[in-house]
């Protein structure tokens, strides 16, 4: 049974920091962690198959002007890990206005400093995760995904892929979060109980 693992970045890496820290995550080790709790609920369910990876595919995001360093690890590091495949988005920021639901009066600048509002916003990432699960299930590329996320915008996406037949997903998500993805997919399995065995210091 052909394996595509599919990891949401920051939706990972900041419950890892709020589950983990100080302990940083192992990822040539995640892989192989991710496929053997796969192994360990399915094969209650008579899934005997063997699993075997294709590609694991992080997505992410990084800040246009400060997020140089981050790049360079996602794109010369990690990017050259066995199996992986990093796709990296560019956030722009763009200029914010804040409602006052009491007044309604609307403020775009800081009282304190003057300074505009510009916050980051994250594009494309969960667009190019769906775009890469219906694609390459298209291409009949994997029999099951491994989705590391909780993020319910994937709920479509699973549904139609499990309605069409012969692509299973997995939700690997943190205990506690991702409810609705958790029972939109065909298992589901918690993050805290990998996360202590692809831990580095």
Known sequence: ???RVFVDFWNFQ????????????DW??????LLAEARLIMEPMGVTEQLTIEETHVYASVDAKEGGSLRGWLLGTLDRFPSYSVKVR?????QKTIHCRHCRAEFSKCASCGEQYMPSAEKGVDAAIVTDLLALAHQ????????????ADFVPAVEHLQSTGGVRVINAGWAGQ????????????????????????
Not at 178 to 201: I, M, Q, Y
Request: charged share 30%; hydrophobic share 40%; proline share 6%.
């Open 178 to 201: 991702g409810h609705e993805l958790k029972r939109t997919c065909w298992a589901s399995f918690d993050l805290n109980r990998v996360a202590p065995k692809v831990c580095r210091d």
């Open 140 to 151: 009949r590329a994997y029999d099951l995904a491994i989705l590391v996320s909780s993020d």
């Open 28 to 33: 040539r080790a995640l892989p192989g962690a």
């Open 90 to 94: 560019e956030r722009r920021p763009r």
């Open 1 to 3: 049974m052909r394996v």
């Open 14 to 25: 900041l419950a890892w920091n709020a589950h983990m820290r100080p302990q940083n995550c």
